[in-house]
């Protein structure tokens, strides 16, 4: 496969090539149609990106607790009702091509997934070319409280659209996302299941983040699986290993029932296949137990 072709997986599980054009550009400039720039160039040769065939896949329009118009990225199976439903949370660049198309890889395994854009009131995450800038501009400047309020507005528009069973709820997010999937399944008892993806679990209190994983251990409603690089330089080994004592010491069912996975040699953002990071074995491997883990939890 050349540099300038993507896999694509059809409704069957195989493989075709697209160009990077198509599917950079095919859906014009929706939410999840393009990357933030300072994720540029993204790695063609091993992207994935999953056709909306069978789908019913898009953006969304979800009202906020405050009255605000909050776009999201929602895909479901066409045909058919009940599925469980996932809240997809994003990295720190926004919800760009790669978050998109985890929501219809989600919706080809059978659940509604929504992706919503978390930093819509603080700015657009797409147009920074330097990631310092924007986390210093947008990212620090997204109340955890909000980002709450945002996720429970998503349940309740799936909710409202009748086709998805919110009380088959779980949530799983990256980088930003992944240590927000602790804090939504801490705040919502109505969350069964949670797969956090090399999300921070441990950080300073401010007025915008006062709690972080590893606070928040006795609080879990559902069970969280907890996916960690062992050469992640941004999340020391030693804080993850501090998250699993928390989890042991809470002693609460669904506590006791976590589980943090940590892949030796590998890096952070291995799931990220636009990315260097990537690691192809190990990305499937987390795929298939974050699949598992949901459907073992009911989801």
């Known amino acids: 496969m050349d540099g300038d072709r993507m896999i694509s997986l059809d409704a069957r599980g195989q493989e075709r090539g697209l160009s990077r054009r198509t599917a950079m550009v095919a859906t ?3 939410l999840g149609s393009t990357f933030a720039l300072s994720v540029q160039p993204v790695q ?8 909306a065939d069978g789908l019913t896949a898009g953006e969304v329009k979800v009202k906020t607790k405050d009255g605000k118009e909050m776009a999201a990225y929602r895909a479901m ?3 058919g009702q009940g599925f469980g439903t996932i809240l ?3 990295e720190i660049f926004g919800v760009h091509a790669h978050i998109a198309d985890v929501c219809r890889r989600f919706a080809k395994a059978g659940y509604c997934a929504i992706a919503p854009e978390l930093y819509f009131r603080q700015g657009d995450p797409k147009g920074y ?19 709450m309020g945002d996720l429970d507005a998503c349940v309740a528009f799936v909710k409202g659209e009748g086709r998805a069973d919110t009380a088959k709820l779980g949530i799983t997010g990256f980088c930003w996302g992944g240590r927000i999937t602790w804090l939504y399944d801490a705040h919502n008892p109505a969350v069964k299941a949670g797969v956090a993806w090399y999300g921070r679990v441990v950080g300073d209190a401010t007025a915008l983040t006062p709690k972080h994983p590893i606070d928040i251990a006795k609080q ?3 069970p ?8 992640d330089t941004g999340i020391p080994n030693d804080t993850v290993d501090k998250m699993r004592a928390a989890l042991k010491a809470a002693g609460t069912p669904a506590a006791t029932k976590s589980e943090i996975i940590t ?3 590998t890096p952070h953002a291995f799931h990220a296949d636009y990315r260097p990071s990537y690691r192809k074995e190990r990305a499937e491997e987390g795929w298939k137990k974050a699949l598992e883990w949901f459907k073992a939890n009911g989801v």
Request: no cysteine.
């Open 88 to 90: 997809v949370v994003q």
């Open 129 to 147: 070319t330097e990631i310092p800038k924007l986390i210093a501009e947008i990212v620090a400047k997204v109340p955890d409280e909000q980002v």
């Open 28 to 30: 014009g400039t929706a």
């Open 44 to 51: 063609a040769q091993t992207m994935i990106v999953t056709p």
């Open 220 to 222: 879990l409603h559902g």
């Open 224 to 231: 969280v699986l907890g996916l960690y690089g062992g050469a």
């Open 263 to 265: 892949y030796p040699d």
């Open 77 to 79: 199976p066409a045909t």
